[in-house]
């Protein structure tokens, strides 16, 4: 089922916690609200579901307005962040409670329940209360009650956010072959960037319950529509610059932008992959020294300081920096490669640096 969501707005009081959101989810899609706490991602949700009522605004399902149909009609299935089970049920009732509620016939009753215990990898859990079980598990008794119904939309609410780091990439990883089985729409909430980039089709991004942008994962990460986004998804260099003769000036870095008028103030981005550094102080143009080095697992990120005081982050893959021969207090040489102008909050309009010819060598400012 398509969902459409046009000039959504909720007030709380005087606090408008949503305001005049328009967007759609395709049929079959796995749709991300990516958002700091108290963006207006799960009010968003709240109100698709029908638990909460819109202040203006029209949610519309396969074309049809649902704004005034009880939440029970709206042939949705919902998860929560923390279960919500019944602690007195085994997992197969669990699961078969909604069926219940819909007056299923036994026998039918008994095979979607099975089914979906075989589907979630639970049926030798079946006889099983919740406390016997992990986070995990929980989890996916809470995702095969909500489905038992067969509902046109799947929603959940940080689905993964009451269980830790190992198990959270375990099931992350189901639910994209859960949904990639059963092609049902769905929107889940998250505040987890990897975990919205790794599992969403495209991703919404809310900020103080604005819709900042939507597009497909590589989209917000490469070509952050606002300010808040590029701040928000991922690591980005951000630097305060001013245009003098076609450049923005940061210090001795100089950046062509002769798209901007002489004496605007501009904001500098590139990611930290876009920063090359080398032990060899005479490979590149610009002089730094390396301040810190932060292994992360499956690469290292560099801090260095620049000749102006400027303080930039770098990253590279371990076989690079493995046949480098970095330490702490050296001076190093730098090079960005790539950059873009970040528009400001309130200021449309994005300007991407693009690659240089390989003739030409690295962009070095």
Known sequence: MKIEIR???????????????????????LLGLLGPSGSGKTTVLRIIAGLETPSTGDILIDSVRVNDLPAQRRNIGFVFQHYALFKHLTVFHNVAFGLKIKKWRRAEMAQRVSDLLRLMGLEALADRYPHQLSGGQRQRVAIARALAPKPS??????????????????????????????????????HDQEEAMEVSDRIIVFAKGHLEQIGSPADV????????????????????????????????????????????????????????????????????????????????????????GVILRSRMNKEEYRQCKFEVGQPVSYAITHFRILPQEGKPGAFLQPPQPPESGPFTP
Do not use: C
């Open 7 to 29: 000039h959504l707005s909720k007030r709380f009081g005087t606090v408008e916690a949503v305001s005049d959101v328009s967007f759609a989810v395709e049929e079959g899609e």
């Open 153 to 190: 939309v799947l929603l959940l609410d940080e689905p993964f956010g009451a269980v830790d780091a190992k198990v959270r990439q375990e099931l992350r990883e189901w639910l994209i072959r859960l949904h990639d089985d059963l092609n049902v729409t769905s929107l889940f909430v998250t």
């Open 221 to 308: 990460y490469e070509e952050p529509a606002t300010e808040f986004v590029a701040r928000f998804i991922g690591s980005m260099n951000i630097l305060e610059a001013k245009v003098t003769n076609g450049k923005a000036k940061v210090g001795s870095m100089e950046f062509p932008v002769s798209e901007f008028p002489d004496g605007q103030q501009v904001q500098v981005g590139f990611r930290p992959y876009y920063v090359k550094v080398s032990e060899d102080p005479a490979r590149f143009r610009q002089q730094a020294r390396l301040r810190h080095v932060y292994f992360l697992g499956v690469a290292y990120r560099l801090e260095i300081e620049t000749d102006d």
